[in-house]
Nanobody, 123 residues
Framework: QVQLVESGGGLVQAGGSLRLSCAFS????????MGWFRQAPGKEHYIVAA????????YYADSVKGRFTISRDNAKNTVYLQMNSLKPEDTAVYYC????????????????WGQGTQVTVSS
């Protein structure tokens, strides 16, 4: 089965940057669409970004366009989320997700989830 392990979260001031990483194991990475969801306290899971199997297709939520970049390294079985110009409203637990097949963006489309990593942006 797929295992996902996130790293790179932490506390940062508004305007700062963080890079999240997610290590994938258990199956063939290049067959999986990867993504990042986040969940703020008291709110639902919210998709942040997704990337297709080859890396050529990406999706971003409107709230992060121009600030966040998702990428993948199929040789390292790793997906990244570069987060720049962070805002307090980006504070949330960020989850790495995986889906066998082409890109999708709904929560129910992803059947593998990591444990999450906390990102806190102070004002």
């Amino acid at each position: 089965q797929v295992q996902l392990v996130e790293s790179g979260g932490g506390l940062v001031q508004a305007g700062g940057s963080l890079r999240l990483s997610c290590a994938f194991s258990g199956r063939t990475f290049s067959m999986y669409t990867m993504g990042w969801f986040r969940q703020a306290p008291g709110k639902e899971h919210y998709i942040v970004a997704a990337i297709g199997r080859s890396g050529r297709t990406t999706y971003y939520a409107d709230s992060v366009k121009g600030r966040f970049t998702i990428s993948r390294d199929n040789a390292k079985n790793t997906v990244y989320l570069q987060m720049n110009s962070l805002k307090p409203e980006d504070t949330a637990v960020y989850y790495c997700v995986a889906r066998l097949g082409p890109i999708a963006i709904t929560k129910g489309s992803f059947d593998s989830w990591g444990q999450g990593t906390q990102v806190t942006v102070s004002s």
